[in-house]
């Protein structure tokens, strides 16, 4: 990729959102990777986030996947299942849930928590109409226990 150009990536990709940037972003990461890294990707959050296209929860999958470190990526998924559950408290963006929860959960387990997180909120814990009854989190979960004190 680092010796191709984003209009040839772009037509691999072309069905994907957003495929200009994403094309512009994969020329761009794949060069910086050869010129800056050997060509080796980097096992560092802070180093994957200097390369374009990749931003702190992308970095995180790529830690936590890839090299097994204890990096939790948070999306839409673990940043709500973290309030509902209680994990977290009142935290406003996914950076603040990252530091909480890595503060509480042990790091051997964090790339595994990560992955549970989102399952959870995928498939039982999702937003719109969680399906508490099937839940077997309800008994701990702050989202359930309002519901029993209102209805």
């Known amino acids: 990729?680092?010796?191709s150009s984003p209009e040839?990536?772009?037509e691999y990709i072309r069905s994907v959102t957003y495929p200009n940037n994403k094309a512009n972003h994969l020329v761009h990461m794949a060069r910086k990777l050869v010129s800056d890294f050997g060509g080796i990707v980097p096992d560092d959050v802070d180093q994957l986030q200097t390369l374009p296209g990749v931003g702190r929860k992308t970095a995180n999958v790529i830690a936590s996947v890839v090299f097994n470190k204890p990096a939790m990526a948070v999306d839409t998924h673990v940043f709500r299942i973290s309030e509902r559950l209680g994990l977290t408290t009142n935290s406003k963006n996914p950076l603040q849930t990252e530091l909480e929860l890595i503060k509480y959960i042990p790091p051997e387990l964090i790339p595994k928590a990560h992955h549970w997180l989102i399952l959870h909120g995928r498939y039982?814990?999702?937003a719109r109409k969680p399906k508490c009854e099937?839940?077997?989190l309800k008994e701990w979960c702050r989202y359930w226990n309002r519901l029993r004190l209102n209805g």
Do not use: D
Request: proline fraction near 0%; charged fraction near 10%.
């Open 1 to 3: 990729m680092a010796v």
């Open 124 to 126: 039982v814990c999702v």
């Open 8 to 10: 040839v990536v772009f």
């Open 134 to 136: 099937e839940c077997g």
